[in-house]
């Protein structure tokens, strides 16, 4: 399964970007699909995902200001951010988890302070 990922760039500290990804299959019923994010020097963490039948998690970091959402199609997600911070720089991936996992290449986002 190939993930492509858009929408990163640079940003101002609170401003809003919105990031896409799509898949080349739909996703399965069991599956999820979602973001992770990896800072300079840092592990990559989960910042949101969503399953198909619409289950959401989200990071604490990100709660009240990232929204993620699945387009009409079930291959795409979109991750709405807003009250971006300096700590939310980094490389976003695309990540879809069934029985087996898959990442895409992922999409840089910068917030100047």
């Known amino acids: 399964v190939q993930l492509q990922a858009s929408g990163g760039g640079l940003v101002q500290a609170g401003g809003s970007l919105r990031l896409s990804c799509q898949a080349s299959r739909n996703m399965f019923t069991t599956e999820v699909m979602g973001w992770y994010r990896q800072a300079p020097g840092k592990e990559r963490e989960r910042v949101a995902d969503i399953s198909t039948q619409g289950r959401i998690r989200y990071a604490d970091s990100v709660k009240g200001r990232f929204t993620i959402s699945r387009g009409n199609a079930r291959n795409t997600v979109f991750l709405e951010m807003s009250s971006l911070q300096s700590e939310d720089t980094g490389r976003y991936y695309c990540?879809?988890?069934?029985?087996?996992?898959?990442w895409g290449q992922g999409t840089e986002v910068t917030v100047s302070s």
């Open positions: 990540h879809l988890r069934g029985g087996r996992q898959f």
